[in-house]
Nanobody, 122 residues
Framework: QVQLVESGGGLVQPGGSLRLSCRAT????????MGWYRQAPGKQREFVAA????????NYPSSVKGRFTISMDNAKNTTYLQMNSLKPEDTAVYYC???????????????WGQGTQVTVSS
């Protein structure tokens, strides 16, 4: 069984920083991509960041580019999202996801974490 466990959310003032972590545990053969989405109240879930674990290629939407940085510790199956210069509009539940193969005969499947709340407010 695969689980993604997130941590690091909380309340921060505008202009502040937070770092989210997401660790994949369980039976894992390989992880190809890890990433983050977020969902604010009354809005659709939106893409925030992704990293290709093999080559380290990253991708961000324009709304967070230059403020958010995704990184990966392959040895720990953990991804981090460093969020700087936070704005009230960054307030949302942040979800981690990962494309994981459980063995070498399996196809990669997408798994999701339970979400962690980030609130940016003065």
């Amino acid at each position: 069984q695969v689980q993604l466990v997130e941590s690091g959310g909380g309340l921060v003032q505008p202009g502040g920083s937070l770092r989210l972590s997401c660790r994949a545990t369980g039976t894992i053969f390989s992880i190809t991509v890890m990433g983050w989405y977020r969902q604010a109240p009354g809005k659709q879930r939106e893409f925030v960041a992704a990293i290709a674990t093999g080559v380290g290629t990253t991708n961000y939407p324009s709304s967070v580019k230059g403020r958010f940085t995704i990184s990966m510790d392959n040895a720990k199956n953990t991804t981090y999202l460093q969020m700087n210069s936070l704005k009230p509009e960054d307030t949302a539940v942040y979800y981690c996801n990962a494309d994981i193969q459980r063995d070498n005969r399996d196809v990669a499947r997408r798994y999701w974490g339970q979400g962690t709340q980030v609130t940016v407010s003065s």
